[in-house]
């Protein structure tokens, strides 16, 4: 790894990351927490969650790696579109197909010689053989999905604005490193967007409070994870470079789940 490729995982962490933490604000809206028992039963079972991911991972990561990549796929690309119009309609699956192969295909089928290594840290050579492998033979249908849709958006102006973040995500990650395209999408693109629905979704009284709990969740986050490379980095035969890439990837794993099952399903409404 390069000094950038480390600067990219520290952007995650302390750039990407803390967009989850509006996700209390986001149970309330949905119609959870409402009362300080409902509080606790929500953030008891977002954490129990968090932790049962990591460890079926640590059993199953072949399982637990794929599985990943295809939600991240489809929070990403409704992500993305979620603010021209609802992703799930029949009539965008275009754009929906095009912006949830940016990362998950672009990256590995277009750099597939460097996101092996990280790949094979994360769930074994034989599961990073076969990930690759597969996003390399979607890159050619994807890269046709997104050409068709930027010609798509030119006839149908609503498209304009993320059909360019998609041309723009494309470009960085077919120029630069894997982990640096991928840092920059999560912290320049992904977080902000999704942070701004939210924020303008919160009533101006509700607020305060959810930014205090944002502030509560980043610091858990943050601490919990520098304590884990701290713990392992004292391990023998464990160096820096797998511990940041696990603790990175496999700790967003873990939050992904509870964060789509609210921004997803149970938030579905305020798309």
């Not at 940016?102 to 290594?117: A, T, W």
Request: proline residues 6%.
């Amino acid at each position: 790894m390069s000094s950038l490729d480390y600067i990219a995982i520290v952007a995650v962490m302390l750039i990407g990351v803390p967009h989850g933490g509006l996700d209390g604000a986001i149970a309330r809206r949905a119609g959870w927490s409402k009362t300080f028992f409902e509080w606790l039963i929500f953030h008891s079972s977002y954490l129990l969650l968090a932790i049962i991911v990591a460890i079926i991972w640590w059993y199953l990561p072949g399982v637990s790696l794929t599985i990943f990549l295809i939600l991240s796929a489809i929070h990403f690309g409704t992500s993305d579109i979620k603010t021209v119009e609802y992703p799930w309609k029949g009539s965008n699956v275009l754009p929906l197909i095009s912006h949830c192969g940016l990362i998950v295909i672009g990256i590995p089928g277009l750099h597939p010689s460097d996101v092996q290594p990280i790949f094979t840290i994360l769930a074994g050579e034989d599961t990073a053989d076969l990930l690759v492998s597969t996003s390399k033979s979607l890159l050619v249908p994807w890269l046709l999905t997104l050409l068709v849709y930027l010609c798509y958006s030119y006839f149908h102006n609503k498209w304009v604005p993320t059909a360019c973040i998609a041309a723009g995500v494309f470009m960085s990650t077919y120029i630069l490193d894997p982990l640096i395209s991928f840092a920059l999408y999560f912290c320049l693109i992904h977080s902000p967007i999704h942070t701004f629905l939210v924020w303008t979704g919160i009533k101006p009284q509700e607020r305060l409070r959810s930014s205090v709990e944002a502030a509560s969740y980043t610091l858990i986050a943050w601490l919990s994870g520098i304590f884990l490379v701290l713990f392992l980095l004292s391990k023998p035969n464990l160096n820096l470079e797998p511990i940041l890439i696990k603790v990175t990837f496999i700790g967003l794993a873990a939050l992904t789940v509870p964060h789509m099952i609210l921004i997803d399903l149970l938030d579905k409404d305020y798309d």
